[in-house]
């Protein structure tokens, strides 16, 4: 489908350029009611099937910034996205054909977001997916006035030799951009003086060659679309799982936010014993209404450094092998310490992993930790985390310790919480562990009303869910209660059919896709070897092989579920609702599901008071303290520099 070399320097194929990126993709039927600008569409056969087709299930393959986000995006300013590089500067070409430096088109008080692409690219999940997202950015930039003229959208070709100026000016011609000044184009002089810069952003190419040796006009590459600063600084990089423009737009917002004043940052500084680690140790040496203390052990041994010091480890993207992920990337304090934005987390590279961010809330007392029940205690989850290479990258722990030895403020932070012994394996550790364990979160309006006999804390709707949840709805089977305190937890493994419909079940034939303003409707069969790869996950079986545990997982706390969507051990159901309903219709039945799953027969009207239950089982405090902002007060003056500074680019 694509045209050789020898075609691709002439206007006229510049046209095609779009169809060609996305034809992979739009194989059979018209978009309704249209397609939109550079959109690819056929006749014949496909238009008859798309036209036929009825009550398609919504898409399953396809990356998630080809449809809505199925979510509220994370609140601007309620999370931080520390600098990670500087923005390497080079000179290119714009599409007019006039030399020009990077850093000049990126400007000197704009956010740009920065995307590598060639514009044969054929893989829906490349180059196409990148131009569309930001395709609709821009008309979003069109239609927000507070927004205008402070982002600046910028696409450069790592092929010039297949894309000329003129080509890209065409390109651009596509999405109504060839005038924008908020979205500009590149090319540069030739594949060998573009290579530098690649190499410094980290964008690795390959050309593809036939067995002959030839040139085959397309490129192995991995996709990246770069936030960047107004100080010429690298924030965030996104990847095909969660390049989405809400996304995007969210985090542009943070960054736009920083020149604004932040009265509570300000609020906490002056106020010592409000300052997060402190107001983290109260909380776990006196617990909030509804939990038991933590482990005496534990508490034993906590101090304000010690916590301080976990804290800031917990956003340093040193611990990661190519410093672009922290504990905080996976856990947003902001989302429960989970992660709303996915439903399954993302590692190394931008790679999907094949569970589901669990909330650390509470996980001092929690018997059994990670989905699957494999560790008992936080110390000893801290490595395997930090050595889980699709996670963290890292190899050995030599390779993690060597990173923070070279920062000598580190070091003299773990020589004032840990006198005598400073930075080791096991005192790193610790100091993630001891700051972990005070991440206590009850008191909720649920406490307030069944241990305080508060009678007034919860609505007729929500105890009438709870006296499903504890009767007809069976939950308390397993998301227990005490006498004096509630974990919502039998701390054991189950299987709920989940895993076992992932594994097991079929996939549909056919989907629907957003294009334009429409929608297409295709067969998935035309997407293979660009959707994403099926996994099995047998959950607890992959620890014990023992054919009975197979599909069983942790029953996690039911406290904050509100904050922590989606849920489920791979994210699968996005809402409280779905998990009601869920549950409600059985599971999915087979040999080895948990007894206690069958029909209830709720009704519309209880399940929407079991789910109301479910959400007054938030802390209030999680929604008011300063646990989603940088606890440090460099952030709210001057944001840091980069991640090799720990005293403020740790984070």
């Known amino acids: 489908m694509s045209p050789s070399p020898s075609d691709r320097t002439l206007g006229p194929t510049a046209w095609a350029l779009a169809s060609v990126t996305i034809a992979a993709l739009l194989v059979s039927g018209p978009a309704t009611p249209h397609a939109g600008p550079g959109h690819h569409t056929d006749s014949g056969h496909g238009v008859h099937e798309a036209q036929n087709r009825r009550d398609i299930e919504p898409p399953t393959v396809l990356a998630p910034g080809y449809a809505d986000l199925g979510f509220e995006a994370p609140a601007p300013g309620s999370y931080w996205l520390p600098p990670i590089q500087p923005a390497a500067d080079a000179e290119v070409l714009l599409a007019t054909g006039d030399n020009i430096r990077l850093h000049e088109v990126f400007g000197d008080d704009r956010l740009v977001f920065l995307s590598f692409i060639y514009t044969v690219c054929p893989d829906v999940h490349g180059c196409p997916l990148a131009s569309f997202v930001l395709q609709r950015i821009h008309r979003k930039l069109q239609q927000t006035p507070d927004l205008a003229g402070r982002i600046r959208l910028v696409s450069l070709s790592f092929d010039p030799e297949t894309d000329s100026p003129e080509v890209m000016r065409e390109y651009a011609r596509q999405f109504d951009a060839q005038d924008s000044d908020d979205w500009i184009f590149l090319t540069g002089e030739s594949m060998e003086a573009l290579q530098p810069l690649l190499d410094a952003y980290g964008q690795g190419v390959a050309r593809i060659h036939d067995e002959q040796g030839r040139y085959t006009g397309h490129v192995a590459h991995v996709l990246r679309v770069y936030l960047i600063d107004t100080r010429k600084r690298i924030?965030?990089?996104?990847?095909?799982?969660?390049?989405?423009?809400?996304?995007?737009?969210?985090?542009?917002?943070?960054?736009?936010?920083?020149?604004?004043?932040?009265?509570?940052?300000?609020?906490?500084?002056q106020d010592?014993?409000?300052?997060?680690?402190?107001l983290l140790l109260t909380r776990a040496m006196q617990p909030p209404l509804g939990l038991p203390p933590i482990a005496e052990a534990l508490r034993s041994?906590?101090?304000?450094?010690?916590?301080?010091?976990?804290?800031?480890?917990?956003?340093?993207?040193?611990?990661?092998?190519?410093?672009?992920?922290a504990c905080a990337s996976c856990h947003i304090p902001s989302q429960g310490f989970t992660q709303n934005a996915m439903a399954r987390s993302i590692g190394m590279e931008g790679q999907a992993l094949r569970r589901n961010a669990s909330s650390l809330l509470n996980a001092a007392h929690h018997q059994r930790l990670y989905w699957d029940g494999r560790e008992f205690g936080i110390d000893t989850l801290v490595w395997g985390k930090l050595l889980d290479e699709p996670v963290m990258g890292n190899r050995a722990v030599g390779e993690v310790m060597a990173r923070l030895r070279n920062d000598e403020r580190l070091l003299a932070a773990f020589d004032e919480a840990f006198p005598g012994d400073g930075l080791t394996m096991r005192t790193l550790a610790e100091a993630l562990t001891d700051y972990v364990s005070t991440l206590v979160a009850a008191d909720s309006r649920f406490d307030r009303w069944h241990f305080g006999q508060k009678h007034d804390a919860l609505s007729e709707e929500e105890q009438r869910g709870y006296r499903l949840f504890v009767g007809r709805a069976g939950c308390a089977q397993c998301h227990t209660l005490d006498a004096d305190h509630a974990l919502f937890t039998d701390h054991r493994l189950h299987n709920t059919g989940i895993g076992y419909s992932h594994s097991m079940g079929k996939r549909p034939p056919r989907t629907t896709i957003p294009v334009g303003d429409g929608t297409l409707a295709i067969n998935l069969s035309a997407l293979r070897g660009t959707e994403e790869r099926r996994y099995n996950d047998l959950g607890h079986y992959e620890i014990t092989q023992d054919p009975a545990d197979r599909w069983r997982f942790r029953t996690p706390t039911l406290r904050n579920v509100a904050l922590t969507a989606p849920y489920m051990h791979d994210g699968s159901i996005a809402t409280l609702e779905g998990v009601v309903t869920y549950y409600n219709e059985g599971g999915t039945p087979h040999e080895l599901q948990a007894p206690?799953?069958?029909?209830?027969?709720?009704?519309?009207?209880?399940?929407?008071?079991?789910?109301?239950?479910?959400r007054a089982l938030t802390d209030p405090a999680l929604e008011h303290a300063d646990w989603g902002r940088v606890p440090w007060a460099e952030r709210a003056s001057d944001p840091p520099h980069g991640p090799a500074d720990f005293a403020t680019g740790g984070r």
Do not use: K
């Open 235 to 269: 924030r965030n990089i996104y990847n095909v799982s969660f390049l989405h423009p809400d996304i995007l737009l969210a985090d542009a917002r943070t960054l736009l936010m920083e020149d604004e004043p932040q009265p509570r940052i300000e609020v906490a500084v």
């Open 272 to 278: 010592p014993a409000g300052a997060p680690p402190q």
């Open 301 to 325: 041994r906590l101090t304000s450094e010690r916590v301080d010091l976990g804290q800031r480890l917990f956003f340093d993207r040193r611990l990661s092998s190519n410093r672009t992920l």
């Open 596 to 614: 206690q799953l069958r029909p209830l027969g709720l009704n519309a009207d209880e399940q929407a008071e079991l789910a109301a239950f479910l």
